[in-house]
């Protein structure tokens, strides 16, 4: 889809006039939430209606992240409403509500030719592909970035024009009123903006929105002991009293159900035999329909499709299953003769050239999503019209693919954005939507598909492996005169890039960039400190396994390499491993000082042998995290017991999401700590069912204690922080408790 934009793009570079015209044209777009009865339109944000009732839109898929709350937040922060009439409206998919920063972030995904040519969210490049393809993808804890400004400038522009209406009725300078709580107030008196809204409708905003002097922030101690939430989750009470609707739970009339059976991993894998004659006889059955690499059963319920499979017997023909030692040989061979592509070069490159005193090997295996919400989507399609009830991260994405498997103009396909429990990027993939939609072709009839666990297991695609050799010349003191990283692994982002924008096959993504650099596959891989020397090296492994992104993605394995790294290498030199840190951070005073409150809040003991405390720290996208992690060994071996984490990510927006999201982020990066890794066997995982995996249990979970740095920066995400840090924390944790070295993901995937 982008190779016709940079067609042209090219073309008019090359001198073609017309096509600067074209990306130089102003654009106008319709509103995409009509408003109902007694109800009316500011903008593309926000609705008011007689009753009061603010409706915000939201632009984002609810997938426990908070975004349904933190845009309306701001909106009623910004519009002065009251709280307690806010409502939020999931957005259909529109050029308003462009993502331009993740736009940006992504170029070289979608301009991969040229992608300096879009890195810049403001850039006329980047806005016209992102409007074009209506680009409003959830990824990359980038809702506040690209949606905070938008949204807060059409709150202060309806507050406007709330004003100007009370004040007509006041007979007195808008300029001189206010509102608060729902109403607009002028020298005691108030009228409510249910009251006001259809006039105020009217009205034309200002050419520059009246921002509020302050943005929404809250402070850290804003909420002493058991003080009440001033902005609870819009999301909450819906969510515990089972009303919110998720895809699964889409109920239509005469709605049929499906399960699937999808072919093992591996080249050219497809659809061989399937014994129908089985299940002429089942009740309930209605019929089969095959894909390339899929087979699925439709019936009545969900139970009957699955059990008419499981009498099916389907069988697939692979020409190569995928195994786990083929992927682990390709990885050994990349970082023993692979080419490197320098990414990041600082000073003396003949510092960190050749052979460096230390070196050291760390592995990284593939990690599923764990998802508890398996695939779901339901579909209906009728008189050339189809319709997809769907939890995705890219809805755009989704509904082209979904358009282009079942042979109709876009324009005929209607996506609803359903909430999604739990997606840690794995509902960025929109396979199941394409399968649905081509079942609800065949059947006649609205069908909903959901994947059962183990086809969430086998099909879903992990993210992958690493293999890194860490090198380091160390100073005459002890400290880092020279740096190098050399990483083996895929051009993972940009095979994803393949498959989202391209619509590639899993095997066709993985050819188009085999031996492509990935500066994505490598975020987080430049350590935080001041070391003059520093090269960090990527070698492209084009191995048989199609890999995805995961909650965290770089940074997941880049922060286990460079903490655990930096903590091996104070040791070495007899050095505490705090303040060896300490030393080399005098540039970034912000994390300096999380590193200190986290270990004065863990009561640091200096991680000397057996104090079973271990210390990291990191930073993505300028938010910051410093984590001490407790361990010791008991009857079952060794337990993490504490983690203490002291986070800065600028202004927050609200607290108590910034906490659930790090907590949550320190118990999913456990889980990766101690299992979720997948090996495969002809194709197959070796493990298919959540019991499986080794995931952190309640029982396991350590006692979680976090505290936030109040800051007037720029807000960053707090999402991904936990899950980078408490790996390589938790790692030097079980080497001071163990005296072991552990140098793989999964911890546990050595020996104790």
């Known amino acids: 889809m982008g190779i016709s934009r940079r067609g042209i793009l090219i073309g008019a570079l090359a001198g073609g006039g017309l096509a600067i015209g074209y990306y130089l044209r102003p654009r106008h777009y319709s509103l995409p939430l009509a408003p109902g009865k007694d109800e009316y339109a500011f903008d593309a944000w926000i609705k008011i209606g007689k009753d009061g009732v603010v409706s915000v839109a939201v632009p984002q898929v609810e997938m426990g992240q908070g975004v349904t709350t933190l845009i309306p937040q701001v909106v009623a922060h910004e519009l002065g409403a009251d709280w307690r009439q806010v409502a939020v409206q ?85 300029e001189e009123c206010d509102a608060q709580g729902g109403f607009v107030v002028h020298d005691g008196k108030r009228l409510s903006f249910g009251i006001l809204a259809e006039q105020a409708a009217a009205y034309q905003p200002p050419s520059t929105p009246p921002l509020r002097p302050e943005p929404m922030a809250e402070a850290p101690n804003g909420f002493p002991g058991a003080a009440a939430l001033r902005y609870p989750r819009l999301d909450l009470p819906s969510k515990v009293d089972g009303s919110w609707t998720f895809a699964g739970d889409v109920r239509l009339p005469g709605m049929l159900h499906a399960a699937i059976r999808h072919a093992p991993l591996g080249a050219s894998a497809s659809l061989d035999t399937v ?113 997809l009830w769907v939890g995705t991260q890219a809805p755009e994405s989704t509904r082209m693919a979904a358009a282009r498997a079942v042979g109709l103009d876009p324009s005929n396909v209607v996506l609803y954005p359903m909430g999604l429990g739990g997606s840690f990027d794995r509902r960025l993939e929109f396979g199941h939507a394409v399968e649905a939609a081509i079942m609800a072709r065949e059947a006649g009839h609205p069908v909903q598909l959901t994947w059962s666990r183990r086809e969430e297991m086998r099909a879903g695609l992990p993210r992958t492996p690493v293999v890194a050799v860490m090198a380091a010349r160390p100073d005459t003191e002890g400290g880092i005169a020279g740096w190098r990283a050399r990483v083996a692994l895929p051009a993972t982002a940009r095979e994803f890039g393949r498959r989202l924008f391209s619509d590639a096959t899993a095997q066709d993504a993985i050819e188009a960039v085999a031996g492509d650099e990935d500066a994505l596959a490598l975020e987080g891989a430049v350590p935080p400190y001041d070391i003059p020397n520093v090269a960090i090296d990527h070698v492209p492994a084009t191995i048989p396994l199609p890999t995805a992104r995961l909650r965290g993605n770089a940074h997941g394995y880049t922060a286990f390499f460079n903490e655990s790294f930096v903590d091996e290498m104070a040791h070495r030199a007899g050095r505490e491993p705090l303040s060896y840190r300490m030393a080399m951070l005098g540039k970034d005073p912000r994390l300096a000082e999380c590193l200190q409150r986290a270990a004065a809040l863990a009561q640091w003991g200096g991680g000397g042998d057996n104090s079973g405390q271990g210390i990291a720290c990191h930073v993505i996208r300028g938010g910051r995290i410093a984590c001490v992690a407790s361990a010791r060994r008991d009857e079952n071996g060794v337990r993490v017991d504490r983690l203490s984490a002291v986070v800065d990510i600028g202004r927050m927006v609200n607290l108590d999401i910034a906490r659930q999201q790090i907590e949550g982020g320190l118990v999913f990066g456990l889980g990766h700590v101690l299992g979720c890794s997948m090996r495969y066997g002809n194709g197959r995982p070796e493990a298919d069912r959540l019991k499986d995996m080794n995931l952190p249990v309640l029982a396991d979970c350590p006692a979680i204690e976090v505290e936030f740095i109040e800051s007037t920066e720029e807000p960053a995400d707090p999402g991904e922080l936990g899950v980078a840090v408490v790996a390589p924390a938790v790692a030097n944790a079980l080497y001071s408790a163990t005296g072991l070295r552990f140098r793989r993901l999964p911890l546990f995937d050595e020996e104790l």
């Open 90 to 174: 999931p957005a259909p998919v529109s050029a308003l509500y462009a993502n331009l920063p993740l736009a940006a972030r992504w170029a070289p995904l979608w301009f991969p030719l040229a992608p300096s040519l879009g890195d810049d969210p403001d850039g006329l490049i980047t806005r016209r592909w992102a409007e074009g393809n209506r680009f409003n993808a959830t990824a990359d804890g980038m809702s506040l970035a690209a949606y905070e400004a938008p949204s807060r400038a059409a709150a202060a522009s309806a507050r406007a024009m709330l004003m100007q209406a009370a004040a007509a009725r006041w007979d007195v300078a808008w």
């Open 275 to 387: 014994d129908e004659d089985a299940v002429k006889r089942l009740k309930g059955f209605v019929r089969t329909v095959k894909g390339e690499d899929w087979v699925a059963a439709i019936a009545r319920d969900w139970w009957t499709a699955e059990t008419a499979l499981t009498r099916m017997k389907p069988k697939f023909r692979v020409a190569a299953g995928l195994e786990t030692s083929e992927v682990d040989n390709v990885m050994d061979e990349a970082m023993r003769a692979g080419e490197a592509h320098r990414l990041h070069a600082l000073g003396d490159m003949d510092i960190v050239k050749g052979g460096l005193p230390l070196q050291l090997r760390y592995e990284v295996a593939p990690a599923i999503h764990a998802t508890i919400e398996t695939a779901s989507v339901t579909a209906r399609f009728d008189e050339g019209r189809l319709e």
